[in-house]
């Protein structure tokens, strides 16, 4: 199997895990729905494995490859794909998210095991799981912001879980909001970016995108500084910081999901995914104060 081919099972283990523990509660026993819960996150793990060892066996440069099933949304000249886009970046991060994840379920699969919400946490966290998943390895831009919003209310629902506490609660819808404002600056970018390129594609924005903008041009800083608006919103860094803390209010679990190493990376993604753009753009990204021909020369 290819490594697009195992990338597609390592977001759809997930889904169907939340699927089957949340439709099944009344009839699947509690540990048995924490078991399906990990088990599928600790399938997509393997499966991550799977994908990178696919990369692996091909030549450097051909390490990216681009999937879809269908035109998700097509109008007007808009030609939107449910696609993924597996290269060593997606490759890394879905390793790191499958992978620390399995390990916050399994801890999860004792730790709740006297919660009158087993069903409900594990369904949940699977679902988290998927949205981080569907970030990392959206193809265009459209899927990046499903994702991202899922992820937002994925973290609200969890940070919320214990509902009968007024401080829970308060707790999840900051975080929901101040995510929700970073979504905006993603979306706005996005629209930017289909305006000058016409194309909400991966690959098409990164080829054309050095020689639709010069180096430095508003637009282009414009652009950056709005996909920074959504990293710095979802990663917790000023002046959106404000609802980490909060977030303490859940179990301890969803601590170390959302804190430890998936939600507060999707901003680091983010970055690292459009650093092409950010390239075009040293004001947003103080490029220029940090490496300058004269300089690396001077090296």
């Known amino acids: 199997m290819s490594a697009t081919g195992w990338a597609w099972l390592v977001l759809l283990l997930p ?67 449910l696609g993924i886009y597996v290269d060593q970046l997606s490759a890394f991060m879905m390793l790191v998210v499958t992978g620390v994840s399995a390990l916050i379920h399994l801890y ?9 919400g087993y069903h409900r946490f594990f369904a949940y966290l699977n679902f988290f799981v998927f949205s981080m998943l569907l970030l990392v390895l959206a193809g265009n831009f459209v899927l990046l912001i499903v994702g991202w919003a899922f992820v937002g209310f994925a973290s609200y629902a969890l940070i919320s879980f214990w509902y009968r506490r007024t401080t829970a609660t308060r707790a999840g819808m900051k975080a929901f909001v101040i995510n929700v404002v970073g979504d905006i600056g993603l979306v706005l970018a996005a629209l930017l970016l289909f305006r000058e390129l016409g194309t909400f594609d991966y690959g098409a924005v990164f080829a054309a995108a050095p020689h639709a903008f010069d180096r430095g041009s508003w637009t282009i800083t414009a652009i950056c500084l709005l996909l920074l608006v959504g990293a710095f919103a979802k990663s917790a860094q000023l ?29 680091v993604y983010l970055i690292a995914r459009t650093h092409v753009l950010f390239y075009l753009a040293p004001t947003s990204s103080g490029w220029r104060r940090c490496w300058s021909p004269a300089r690396s020369r001077s090296r």
């Open 239 to 267: 002046p959106f910081h404000t609802w980490l803390p909060d977030a303490m209010e859940g179990p301890t679990p969803v601590s170390s999901l959302i804190h430890a190493a998936t939600m507060v990376t999707a901003g």
């Open 108 to 116: 999860s699969f004792g730790y709740m095991k006297s919660d009158e």
């Open 15 to 81: 889904l169907l895990g939340s699927l089957v523990v949340a439709l099944g509660f009344r009839a699947i026993p509690a540990r048995v729905a924490g078991a399906i819960g990990t088990l599928s996150i600790g399938l997509a793990f393997a499966c991550a494995v799977a994908a990178l060892i696919g990369l692996l066996g091909e030549d450097a440069d051909a390490r990216h490859h681009a999937s879809s099933l269908w035109t998700y949304a097509g109008a007007a000249g808009l030609d939107i794909k």
